[in-house]
């Protein structure tokens, strides 16, 4: 029996995968711990990150399509709302607030009062479909390239999951098929995962 499948229940998904891109702004996303440090190494703090990144996604209505979230970074690709003048100002607005509230949390449940716990994060804005598309394949896989799990969709606190359960058998072989090896991503991370027994 799977100890995450109730855990991965409960937390509240993105709308089905769209897999196109957006007006107002497509990017991917990783953003790294001070120091790389594994501030996020046990379940408790990992479902917080994972819930906290979804929620505050939706409360600035951008759209997630990909993410992976790990002891001590994150990805996503991720739509800008519609009405962005500016997708890379909303999305500043947007971590600015989700990295503001979890150090927060993080910091009280450690008793670590002004602890730095985010270092910087960086975006790449993707415009045509190919730079799109494997993207997205690269984030639903980066627990099997940091060796967490062997299927993508065994790690709780990605988008594999959610990926697996709503997209149609035509997106997974076409979003799976995108070759994930040319892709520019800061990614020199090496994030701890310990599940329970």
């Known amino acids: 029996m799977d100890p995450y499948k109730g855990a991965a229940k409960r937390i509240s998904w993105p709308h089905a995968p769209l897999h196109r891109l957006s007006a107002g702004g497509t990017f991917i996303v990783t953003a790294g711990t001070y120091g790389k440090q594994h501030f996020f190494r046990d379940a408790t703090t990992l479902h917080a990150l994972h819930g906290g990144l979804l929620k505050y996604a939706a409360k600035y209505k951008w759209r997630l399509e990909a993410w992976a979230v790990f002891s001590n970074h994150y990805h996503f690709v991720g739509h800008s709302p519609e009405n962005a003048d500016n997708g890379a ?87 799976y098929g995108f070759k994930t090896d040319r892709i520019k991503v800061l990614d020199d991370y090496s994030p701890i995962w310990n599940p329970p027994d």
């Open 89 to 175: 100002e909303s999305l500043s607005k947007f971590l600015e607030h989700f990295h503001s509230r979890s150090s927060a949390w993080l910091n009280d449940r450690d008793g670590a009062k002004g602890r730095k716990v985010w270092h910087n994060f960086w975006e790449t804005r993707l415009t045509h479909e190919k730079s799109y598309l494997a993207p997205l394949n690269y984030v639903h896989q980066n627990p099997v390239k940091h060796g967490l799990v062997l299927e993508a969709d065994q790690y709780p606190y990605c988008s594999a999951p959610w990926f697996e359960e709503t997209a149609t058998a035509s997106q997974k072989k076409t979003i």
